[in-house]
């Protein structure tokens, strides 16, 4: 090889791995909440823009190479639609907002307003609440069910499928 293609070689072939070796270690970790951009990442399910994070949601999932993909929602009815129609999904890991302070909890750990009254982005009438007793506390203003995750899963899903 003389030396300006190996120069070129070295010029184009270093940057190249070192980018895959970044792209590469830069998968999502199914342990921690994916990052929601509000006003630019889009819903999976509905393609609206996420704007609300009280409502935000997101379903970790096993990519094509084995990797994790967050799939980001923007209400959580959307949320446990997409999973009922995706029965092939390898999920990881599910993550929900707290309704009140906006922070990440794991969506199996959460409980759940579900009520007509509650004015969410896609209209499912969902939010998540870290604590019973939060969750409890809206409904005394909207009404509704307080209801665990399993709960509310088996319902949404099963009203999904029904004609």
Same mark, same amino acid.
């Given at each position: 090889?003389?030396r300006? =293609?190996?120069?070129?070689?070295?010029v184009v072939?270093? %940057?190249?791995a070192l980018?895959?070796? !970044?792209?590469?270690?830069?998968? %999502?970790d199914p342990n &921690?909440?994916?990052t @929601?951009r509000?006003?630019? *990442? =889009?819903?999976v399910d509905c $393609?609206? @823009?996420?704007?609300?994070?009280?409502?935000?949601?997101?379903?970790?999932?096993?990519?094509?190479?084995?990797?994790?993909? %967050?799939?980001?929602?923007?209400d @959580?009815? $959307?949320?446990?639609r997409y999973?009922?129609f995706?029965?092939a &999904?390898t999920?990881?890991?599910?993550? !929900?907002?707290?309704?009140d302070?906006?922070n990440w909890?794991?969506a199996? $750990?959460?409980w759940? =307003?579900r *009520?007509d $009254? &509650?004015?969410?982005?896609?209209?499912?009438?969902?939010?998540?609440?870290?604590?019973?007793?939060?969750?409890?506390?809206?409904?005394?203003k !909207?009404g509704?069910?307080?209801l665990?995750?399993?709960?509310l899963?088996?319902r =949404?899903?099963?009203?999904e499928?029904? %004609?």
């Amino acid at each position: 090889m003389n030396r300006t =293609v190996h120069n070129i070689w070295v010029v184009v072939t270093i %940057p190249a791995a070192l980018m895959g070796l !970044v792209l590469g270690c830069n998968r %999502p970790d199914p342990n &921690l909440p994916p990052t @929601i951009r509000l006003g630019a *990442s =889009v819903c999976v399910d509905c $393609d609206m @823009i996420i704007s609300d994070a009280r409502f935000a949601s997101a379903t970790m999932v096993k990519d094509d190479r084995g990797g994790t993909k %967050p799939l980001l929602y923007d209400d @959580i009815g $959307d949320q446990i639609r997409y999973e009922t129609f995706h029965p092939a &999904l390898t999920i990881r890991a599910r993550w !929900v907002h707290d309704h009140d302070t906006k922070n990440w909890l794991r969506a199996e $750990d959460a409980w759940y =307003v579900r *009520s007509d $009254d &509650l004015h969410t982005p896609m209209a499912s009438g969902i939010a998540a609440f870290a604590t019973r007793e939060s969750a409890a506390a809206l409904t005394e203003k !909207v009404g509704g069910d307080v209801l665990d995750f399993k709960t509310l899963w088996e319902r =949404v899903a099963q009203e999904e499928m029904e %004609p």
